[in-house]
């Protein structure tokens, strides 16, 4: 779960929250940029050792230490993405003819990006105290690389002349970071490549999104046909150029082959298209949610050009559906709150369904506010679970306590399969040491109160369940569950007993 502007505002308030609905890690992006001394300068700063953590001005790694400290505290993991934009020092400069409209993200220096890698892997490998401190600070173990590399917004130039820039960029970004982690005790952590865009365009640019189908086979040194570039095409992407460079490819960038996992940002199309409505036939290189089993296949064939039987599991790592309300600033139709939650929990089973993939995601918690001329009506990106003045949206519930029937209608004496998750089981298990348990409620169509039809023991320590339930009549079910009497950090103002969102069903 991601809300970077309030976990590192408010870890401690923020990160209750996270915990009592079930979030088991908290993604942060950790800007260079920010971290960084000088960061608007052309000219590094003098006498400064990058690999050091003491070196960087103690103040910009304090609310990434706080937030560290309150993960630990509630048993939530941190991952850490390391991320631009960049210094301006540690960018080039585009060449004449080349219009960039962000020059933190313009090339930004491998080397220099590794050096920092190192900083950030040093400081929280578990020994290290900063000054002041008298104790250190935790371990993190949980790393992602660069934050969509294929979206021109993060990283530039994606496309000149034709020629995919931006995939031999993060190539060699990955492979500083992965020998960093490695240098600096982080070898055995869970280390992911990838944090692709799910869309693009087929002529990006400069600064627009490339396909991600595209950049992953430019990133690889294929064509669209899996063959090994040679050449031209080959050296004009930074790729070996001979039979006898390839051989020494896998080696080269180990990331690339050995990494834990692969993480993709699965949203749907326009972010207000059905969970199972495929990419336009138009589209091929896509990647979002209905498209990982192709994000997969392309992912084999890459990996087994080199002779490598890599399979990588996949992590969605960024997730969530924009709605309306809170107004966007852009002339852009989203859905309503109601029917932002239904699609959440139809994802969570498509998601479920993919024995590949291997985390859930939600991106934010709040949704993101707009200007502030007009930070009560709109937003900049409004996929949070609460609106921008704290009010929970239906998506709330719907993420707490997931709810979805793949089918809703029966015939009478014919049973429906009930899917659904307990989020916060593991949490909650931790704290009463006991296995929790889900009632599946029904309310007649013809109204009236709810009765529990059924009750699920959570087996999988996720806290998904899977039962068969027959109902009545028609009406509407409800998950119903109740936080147990110890369950620590439970924000004030919360029921000890929450419900899903309404499904309605059909019995003829």
């Given at each position: ?421 307990v989020r916060p089981d593991a949490s909650a298990r931790h704290d009463s040491g006991s296995a929790q348990q889900v009632k599946i409620q029904f309310q007649s169509a013809s109204g009236g109160a709810w009765t529990t039809l059924d009750t699920a023991t959570i087996t999988s320590p996720a806290g998904f369940f899977e039962v068969p339930v027959q109902f009545p009549s028609s009406g509407s079910v409800r998950l119903s569950w109740s936080y147990p009497s110890r369950f620590a950090f439970l924000p004030a103002g919360t029921s000890p007993t929450v419900t899903s969102r309404n499904q309605t069903v059909k019995v003829s």
């Amino acid at each position: 779960m991601q809300d970077d502007a309030h976990v590192l505002v408010d870890p401690t308030g923020t990160l209750d929250v996270f915990r009592s609905l079930g979030a088991t890690d908290v993604r942060i992006f950790m800007s260079w940029h920010g971290i960084a001394p000088d960061p608007d300068s052309r000219t590094p700063p003098s006498a400064f050792d990058a690999t050091n953590p003491a070196d960087y001005p103690a103040a910009n790694w304090a609310p990434y230490d706080a937030a560290v400290r309150a993960a630990a505290a509630r048993g939530i993991g941190v991952y850490f993405v390391l991320t631009g934009e960049a210094p301006l020092w540690a960018t080039s400069t585009p060449a004449p003819g080349i219009t960039t409209l962000n020059p933190y993200v313009y090339e930004p220096s491998a080397s220099q990006f590794g050096d920092f890698v190192k900083a950030v892997g040093t400081r929280y490998d578990g020994s290290y105290t900063p000054s002041g401190s008298s104790s250190p600070l935790p371990k993190v173990g949980f790393w992602g690389i660069w934050n969509e590399p294929n979206y021109g917004y993060d990283l530039q130039p994606q496309v000149i002349d034709g020629v995919e820039i931006a995939p031999g960029t993060y190539r060699a970004l990955l492979d500083e970071a992965w020998s960093a982690l490695h240098r600096t005790g982080h070898g055995d952590d869970t280390i992911l490549i990838g944090e692709t865009a799910p869309r693009g365009a087929d002529d990006p640019g400069v600064g627009n999104g490339t396909v991600p189908l595209r950049f992953l086979r430019a990133l690889y040194c294929v064509n669209s046909s899996f063959q090994e570039l040679r050449g031209s095409a080959a050296s004009a992407r930074g790729c070996p150029t001979t039979p006898a460079g390839s051989r020494g490819f896998r080696a080269a960038n180990p990331a690339l082959f050995e990494a834990t996992g692969f993480a993709d940002h699965p949203y749907p199309l326009g972010q207000v298209s059905r969970p199972n409505l495929p990419a336009p036939a138009n589209e091929p290189d896509y990647a979002g949610l209905t498209d990982l089993p192709k994000l997969e296949q392309t992912l084999d064939r890459l990996t087994a050009t080199y002779g490598s039987r890599t399979k990588f599991p996949i992590y969605n790592t960024e997730f969530g559906y924009q709605t309306d309300p809170p107004k966007s600033q852009c002339d852009c139709v989203f859905l309503s709150p109601a029917t932002a939650a239904y699609y959440l929990n139809w994802s969570e089973y498509i998601m479920w369904s993919d024995p590949r993939l291997r985390s859930d995601a939600q991106y934010l918690l709040y949704d993101a506010p707009g200007p502030p001329s007009h930070v009560a009506s709109e937003s900049t990106f409004s996929s949070g679970l609460m609106f921008l003045g704290g009010t929970a949206k239906a998506d709330y519930a719907a993420f707490r306590l997931p709810i979805y029937l793949p089918i809703t209608a029966t015939a009478r004496g014919h049973p429906l399969e009930v899917w659904g998750e307990v989020r916060p089981d593991a949490s909650a298990r931790h704290d009463s040491g006991s296995a929790q348990q889900v009632k599946i409620q029904f309310q007649s169509a013809s109204g009236g109160a709810w009765t529990t039809l059924d009750t699920a023991t959570i087996t999988s320590p996720a806290g998904f369940f899977e039962v068969p339930v027959q109902f009545p009549s028609s009406g509407s079910v409800r998950l119903s569950w109740s936080y147990p009497s110890r369950f620590a950090f439970l924000p004030a103002g919360t029921s000890p007993t929450v419900t899903s969102r309404n499904q309605t069903v059909k019995v003829s």
